[in-house]
């Protein structure tokens, strides 16, 4: 485990599981190149518009409260994985959570790419990889407590960044 403390944001502790990790610094690598091809417009397009909003979601919208009911997604993944959350953003988009309230906890799990959007009964969708995803972990929150500096590292690159200017976090 690091050394390093959780961030802690409205006084949940975000922790980030090294598959989330993954998605968002392929992200981040894929904004950067944007910028130095295309510094105009960089911003307009996909890739930093979702980059900007999933910063927005993980270190704003979701630390005010995980518990709100436009978080549940019912039985989508089965009633096995009801403890899952998702925030959805730019229609066909998720970020996958998880919240312990007594312990003030968040975990973000994943968030999907443009290869699995959400698209019904098809075998790249959003919920359908996720939950296979999910099937494989043996332990969630212990993959992310190893990597419990990751996020504070993203919100520290993302606060620092100039991709950040003309987004509202």
């Known amino acids: 485990m690091s050394n390093e403390q959780p961030i802690v944001i409205n006084e949940w502790n975000i922790f980030a599981h090294p598959c989330f990790l993954r998605q968002v610094e392929a992200l981040v690598v894929e904004v950067e190149q944007l910028s130095q091809k295309y510094p105009e417009n960089y911003k307009q397009k996909n890739a930093t518009k979702r980059l900007a909003a999933i910063a927005k979601l993980a270190f704003k919208v979701i630390p005010q409260d995980p518990t709100r009911q436009e978080y549940r997604q019912g039985t989508t993944l089965g009633d096995d994985y009801k403890h899952w959350f998702r925030a959805k ?39 359908d990889v996720f939950k296979k995803m999910i099937d494989k972990w043996l332990v969630t929150l212990c993959g992310a407590l190893t990597k419990c500096n990751a996020p504070y590292k993203i919100c520290e690159h993302w606060s620092k960044s100039p991709y950040r200017e003309g987004f509202l976090l």
């Open 89 to 127: 953003f730019y229609q066909q988009y998720r970020l996958f959570f998880q919240y312990r309230g007594e312990d003030k906890i968040i975990v973000f799990g994943w968030v999907n790419d443009t290869q699995s959007k959400r698209s019904y009964k098809n075998n790249t969708d959003a919920y």
